[in-house]
């Protein structure tokens, strides 16, 4: 069982910065690869960046590849996601979700998924 708490959302101007941060507890915690996903109004849930579970494979969807870092703190049970360069497109919900398949992408692989975390970047 693990249980995923997220912070760092908020509302931002286009071109700048948002650090996310999904902090996880449970009995096996190390032991889940990582991802971050975001749902904009009206859309499905997407992919936005897989963490393998040390942290040495990271995959990105396209929209997001150069801008957005995911990265991981074993040691503080947390997963963050540095957003740069921010858009408007980019306005979503974002949840962190926990895996055990490193690199995955589908919504399916995941078996944990926190309550989401707003964040919108104005024009």
């Known amino acids: 069982q693990v249980q995923l708490v997220e912070s760092g959302g908020g509302l931002v101007q286009a071109g700048g910065s948002l650090r996310l941060s999904c902090a996880a507890s449970g009995r096996t915690v190390s032991s889940y690869a990582m991802g971050w996903f975001r749902q904009a109004p009206g859309k499905e849930r997407e992919f936005v960046a897989g963490?393998?579970?040390?942290?040495?494979?990271?995959r990105y969807a396209n929209s997001v590849k150069g801008r957005f870092t995911i990265s991981r703190d074993n040691a503080k049970n947390t997963v963050y996601l540095q957003m740069n360069s921010l858009k408007p497109e980019d306005t979503a919900v974002y949840y962190c979700?926990?895996?055990?398949?490193?690199?995955?992408?589908?919504?399916?692989?995941?078996?944990?998924w926190g309550q989401g975390t707003q964040v919108t970047v104005s024009s």
């Open positions: 963490i393998s579970t040390s942290g040495g494979v990271t």
């Open positions: 979700a926990a895996g055990r398949v490193a690199g995955a992408s589908s919504l399916n692989q995941y078996d944990y």
